[in-house]
């Protein structure tokens, strides 16, 4: 059974911060890559930030430079780190994880980040 769980979604005024884990089980943790996407009310689907099993990491230009992916391989989570967060940064955040590029990979349930003005 795969699960991967998101939780630290919230309501936060823009220019505050959150961070996101997403906890998995039911996989090899350290053999994949994770993702964070994000899906924002009538748009569509954001791949937001990737890390790789080796720790290379990559960005949205949107989200460069005040969001931060990590991962901690002994406790199978993977972070989001958001700061300076902006009205436009509100959507529901997705971890997912994958060992080929060809994986659509597993799926967490999402987490809700609303940015106030």
């Known amino acids: 059974q795969v699960q991967l769980v998101e939780s630290g979604g919230g309501l936060v005024q823009a220019g505050g911060s959150l961070s996101l884990p997403c906890a998995a089980s039911?996989?090899?943790?350290?053999?994949?890559?994770m993702a964070w996407y994000r899906q924002a009310p009538g748009k569509q689907r954001e791949l937001v930030a990737t890390?790789?099993?080796?720790?290379?990491?990559n960005y949205a230009d949107s989200v460069k430079g005040r969001f931060t992916i990590a991962r901690d391989n002994a406790k199978n989570t993977v972070y989001l780190q958001m700061n300076s967060l902006k009205p436009e940064d509100t959507a529901v955040y997705y971890c997912?994880?994958?060992?080929?590029?060809?994986?659509?990979?597993?799926w967490g349930q999402g987490t809700q980040v609303t940015v106030s003005s």
């Open positions: 039911g996989i090899i943790f350290r053999l994949y890559t």
């Open positions: 890390i790789t099993s080796g720790g290379a990491t």
């Open positions: 997912n994880a994958k060992i080929r590029i060809s994986d659509s990979g597993h």
